[in-house]
């Protein structure tokens, strides 16, 4: 099942290039609370996943909107918290020039109001610092998770999506660096585990106005999925339509004004984001030089949009 959230904070399954609205259905359905409808519809889905089926199985395959009437949001807009993993691939720790990885990292947080929906635009806050792209795989957390071990993990998991995390390089903390409002384009919508299989062989891919930036799949991961829900789960309380994400392969770089960045990550989709520095201004703190050392930008092998 492929759940999108779209236009003014509707609901819908998505099949066949088209979006199927399901929001009168989950308004109805599902308890009143103060959360958002997916929020709502992750804590209860037991309850309604058989309506959701039952509308499915109903529905002609050209009911609904085509993909490209629409409007797509992030997939979650509210979660408690968006749980991080620090170098959690080797070749994006040889790259980074650290001397530790998540073993030692453990994770950190970003910001909630730093997610940005697919098609948005990423907005460079300074003109004098280097911000890079990251492409990730994120999981959405489906119940309240606590202590679970990594075998317990995967059945704390609503589902999957993918990410970008946008990062200022320089000394600040890294929740600093990266929980700039924009800095977490996600979506473009969430893919259930029925639907996706085992996150521990998924393939992404990123590209920067079509030139190909980074390439990797979740087998590569120094801490599964599994394993780091598992070990965030020991440290803080997770809650349904909490973002879980599981960090980045080698090849991050940086972007510019006008760029277009795409994430591409198997059996989910495409997300899609454009990068502004309209209104940039100096930055205000010294990390500048300082903190671990990225890789050089690559030649520039296509025009900005």
């Not at 909107?65 to 991080?84: F, G, H, M, S």
């Amino acid at each position: 099942m492929r759940i999108a959230r779209f236009d003014d904070d509707r609901l819908g399954l998505v099949r066949d290039g088209r979006v199927l609205n399901i929001t009168d259905q989950l308004t109805s359905a599902l308890s009143p609370g103060p959360y958002s409808l997916v929020r709502r519809l992750i804590t209860e889905f037991t309850v309604v996943r058989p309506i959701l089926e039952e509308l499915a199985a109903g529905s002609e395959a050209s009911a609904g909107l085509p993909l490209d009437e629409v409007r797509l949001r992030a997939p979650v807009p509210d979660p408690t918290k968006i749980v991080a993993a620090p170098v959690n691939y080797r070749d994006h720790q040889a790259e980074m020039n650290e001397a530790f990885h998540i073993n030692a990292l453990g994770f950190f947080l970003k910001s909630p109001s730093s997610l940005l929906d697919p098609g948005g635009t990423v907005r460079l806050p300074y003109s004098d610092r280097r911000f890079d792209h990251e492409a990730e795989f994120a999981l959405i957390v489906g119940r309240r998770t606590s202590q679970v071990t990594p075998e317990q993990a995967l059945d704390h998991v609503f589902g999957y999506t993918g990410l970008m995390d946008i990062t200022m390089r320089g000394g600040e903390d890294r929740s600093t660096r990266k929980s700039f409002d924009t800095f977490t384009p996600m979506g473009p919508w969430i893919v259930t585990p029925d639907e996706l299989g085992s996150p521990d062989e998924v393939g992404l891919e990123l590209t920067v106005n079509g030139a190909l930036r980074q390439k990797a799949n979740t087998r590569d991961l120094i801490w599964s999925a599994a394993r780091f829900l598992s070990y965030a789960s020991t440290v803080t309380v997770l809650e349904p339509g909490d973002v879980v994400t599981t960090g980045t392969p080698a090849g991050v770089a940086p972007i510019q004004s006008g760029d277009t960045v795409e994430l591409t990550v198997d059996r989910i989709g495409r997300l899609a984001v454009g990068v502004t520095a309209e209104n940039a201004t100096p930055c205000p703190t010294g990390g500048a030089g300082r903190g671990p050392v990225p890789p050089p930008a690559p030649p520039i092998t296509a025009e900005p949009a």
